[in-house]
């Protein structure tokens, strides 16, 4: 009687510190939370970047060297059209779009984040890029 006693505390214990771990695990995954009210820039140096009138190179090194609350990029294996891509916000709301287009980089500014969402999920790129991006956000282009 004490054998099934002992395992049943085991067991008990067993499945508490596998939730524990497991709700461990999934707070810890590195998952953006979205909230239903304003987040400033926690953490972060990008209220205070200052871009305007800036050159191509020197406003990448501005970025690439700040710290922003948000940053994800993915890449194409393509020749031509939209071959690379990354986002970068301080507020989660609008930002940085940098994209690779025919080996030519540009920087759009103010750019939502939904349209980051919608374009990283687009099946056609290249005329998401020619319709929501190009003509819509000013954009400085690579020399």
């Keep these: 009687m004490d054998f099934s006693f002992k395992i049943k505390i085991s067991l008990r214990g067993f499945l508490f510190l596998s939730f524990f771990l497991f709700v461990r695990i999934s707070a810890s995954s590195g ?46 294996s393509r020749l031509n059209g939209v071959q ?31 349209v980051w969402d919608s374009l990283v999920i687009t099946t056609d790129p290249d005329q998401f890029y020619m319709e929501k991006v190009r003509d819509e956000f000013p954009g400085i282009p690579e020399n």
């Design 31 to 76: 998952q953006e939370v979205e909230h239903n009210y304003p987040v400033g820039p926690a953490k972060t140096n990008c209220d205070s970047l200052q871009i305007k009138g800036l050159g191509f190179d020197e406003t990448l090194s501005r970025i690439e060297n700040t710290t922003f609350r948000f940053h994800q990029k993915f890449k194409n």
């Design 84 to 114: 690379a891509g990354q986002f970068y916000s301080c507020d989660g709301g609008k930002g940085f779009l940098l994209l690779t287009v025919d080996k030519k980089k540009t920087i759009f500014r103010e750019v939502p984040k939904s």
